[in-house]
């Protein structure tokens, strides 16, 4: 049977320039053609888990423009249920103006449009009252607002969902609610997200193993059974009841690192939903993540069940 996942999210509409380097406040950098492609993390990460194998149905909030046509529809063309996404009337739909270095590092700046409208009250009419209904697992992010998020994990731990929070991008300075962290089964942050939940000063990625591995065991500390913290081309580590992990990642030739994040957590959902080891499913994770990094745009990079198979049977 395959697995049934729902993500309750944001829906963007990308435009992405490659500059040689990321420019500093105030510099105006030069860069290649624009590219535009759905995304936003919500939709990423529905999108990744339709084409790694999962049923997969999307809440979220559209505007009534061009934008939104084209993600409605970039979303039915994965077979992804979109009765649970709605089109609000005299609003855009989410934006996000990308910039991505050579290397594949990038920045984001969003215009959340209509991701911003999906209230707890919204949730509930494009849900019918039922977030979780027969999900195996809901997967959530933070490009929607907080007590929207708060209110599905609530409902996912409460119908025996696995819920599982991708804590990005964090709000601003200062903790996330509490009973947001109680109410996760499986957090899943980068370094920096990771630092800022800690109330730690901004890291410098690429640290040692165990300064990681240990941040994990204290994010376990304030909830959720199971954390992973993703180290971009250097792996991740992660902590459950069972102790700490590590996972070096898989050597790619990156281009572009946006959606490389969502795809790596649609796959560790998909893989701990399905009951595998966390070491079995965070590998797996890393590898869907890789396959989506040597590609560009979000969506457009995402990758298939079949290539993450045959990264991970290419990669003793
Ligand atoms: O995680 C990548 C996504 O973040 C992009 O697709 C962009 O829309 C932002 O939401």
Do not use: Y
């Not at 993600?71 to 609000?88: F, K, M, N, P, Q």
């Not at 707890?120 to 019918?128: F, K, M, P, V």
């Not at 790596?264 to 989506?292: D, T, Y």
């Amino acid at each position: 049977m395959d697995e049934r996942l729902v993500v309750v999210g944001s829906l963007n509409m990308d435009l992405s320039v490659t500059v040689p380097r990321l420019p500093r406040p105030g510099e105006t950098v030069s860069g290649a053609d624009v590219v535009r492609g759905p995304g936003g993390k919500g939709g990423n990460q529905a999108v990744a888990a339709a084409r790694l194998g999962a049923r997969v149905r999307m809440v979220g909030l559209l505007g009534d423009d061009a934008h939104g046509v084209e993600l409605r529809a970039a979303l039915t063309a994965e077979g992804i249920d979109d009765s649970a996404v709605g089109t609000l009337p005299d609003t855009a739909s989410g934006l996000a103006l990308i910039v991505v270095q050579h290397d594949g590092e990038n920045t984001i700046t969003l215009s959340p449009g209509a991701n911003h409208h999906l209230d707890e009250a919204t949730l509930r009419s494009l849900t019918e009252g039922l977030v979780a209904n027969s999900a195996d697992t809901v997967l959530l992010q933070l490009e929607v607002p907080l007590p929207t998020v708060l209110a599905a994990a609530r409902e996912a731990r409460a119908a025996g969902a696995l819920t599982v929070l991708n804590a990005a991008p964090l709000p601003g300075p200062g903790p996330l609610p509490a009973e947001l962290l109680r109410a996760v089964d499986v957090l899943i942050v980068n370094e920096t997200e990771a630092a800022g939940l800690l109330g730690l000063p901004d890291v410098p990625s690429g640290g040692r193993d165990e300064d990681w591995t240990a941040r994990a065991d204290q994010l376990r500390r304030l909830g959720p059974g199971t954390v992973v913290v993703t180290l971009g081309a250097a792996g991740a580590v992660a902590a459950d009841a069972r102790g700490p992990l590590t996972e070096p990642g898989f050597p790619v030739d990156a281009v572009d690192a946006v959606g490389a994040g969502d795809a790596f957590c649609a796959q560790l959902a998909i893989a701990l939903g399905l009951g595998s080891p966390l070491a079995e499913s965070v590998r797996r994770a890393c590898a869907a993540g890789a396959v989506a990094a040597t590609r560009r745009g979000a969506q457009n990079a995402l990758p298939t069940r079949a290539e993450v198979d045959s990264l991970l049977a290419a990669t003793p």
